[in-house]
């Protein structure tokens, strides 16, 4: 099946700095890819659309400004946590979808201190 | 937003038992997805359904799609201490988008 990888899978930072996490489609291209967050014992909420070569499409109550989303190849979409506070701490989850399947990515644990 | 409202929200039997787990919406959907996901990872896809009244087994585990495309359950047959886990329904209103239900979690205990 298609593999979707994620970078880092855990980390930690101190409140107000910026956090880089990538998604990387390993065997296939995927002009869109998604990226969710989970806050614990609770389920995934869409945060937005990563659309390749254009800019992504956020849900409502999400932040643009906040989570920067640039998704500058076929096989890659970064998501940026600026200025992160305690209450982002979240696990970040990205997939994709070649055809009509979704595989996603391990997840990214970010904690913010 | 969260478009499917999943019950029970914490499901705790013994191992050997069935259960039932529900997903509901006023939305129609394109397709419905069930997942389950161990703690720390992503989720991993179990069935994908797309047709009104369609039922889906997957060994001991069945799945149905309502016929008006609303809802759907997860049906799983004399439970293991293995089927402990996350589960979540998601749904795509329309093309790729899909939106995840509130969970169930289920433990099996021994």
């Not at chain 1, 990888?5 to 107000?16: A, E, F, L, T």
């Not at chain 1, 409502?60 to 998501?79: C, M, P, R, W, Y």
């Not at chain 1, 506070?85 to 399947?101: K, V």
Request: charged share 15%.
């Amino acid at each position: 099946g298609a593999v979707v990888s994620q970078h880092p899978s855990r980390v930690i930072c101190k409140s107000g700095t910026s956090v880089k996490i990538e998604c990387r489609s390993l065997d296939f291209q995927a002009t869109t890819m998604f990226w969710y967050r989970q806050f614990p014992k609770q389920s995934l909420m869409l945060m937005a659309t990563s659309n390749e070569g254009s800019k992504a499409t956020y849900e409502q109550g999400v932040e643009k400004d906040k989570f920067l989303i640039n998704h500058a190849s076929l096989t890659l979409s970064t998501l940026t946590v600026t200025s992160a506070h305690p209450e982002d701490s979240s696990f970040y989850i990205c997939s994709a979808t070649p055809l009509d399947t979704q595989y996603f990515g391990p997840g990214t644990r970010l904690t913010v201190l | 937003t969260q478009l499917l409202e999943q019950s029970p929200q914490f499901l705790s039997i013994q191992e050997g038992e069935n259960l039932t787990v529900y997903c509901n919406s006023s939305s129609v959907f394109s397709s419905l997805q069930w997942y389950r996901q161990e703690p720390g990872e992503g989720p991993v896809l179990l069935v994908t359904v797309v047709t009104g009244g369609e039922v889906k087994k997957l060994k001991r585990l069945t799945f149905q799609f309502g016929d008006a495309r609303k809802d759907s359950s997860l049906h799983i047959t004399a439970a293991q201490p293995g089927d402990t886990g996350l589960y979540l329904c998601a749904g795509a209103p329309g093309g790729n988008q899909f939106y995840f239900g509130t969970g169930t979690s289920l433990t099996v205990i021994p």
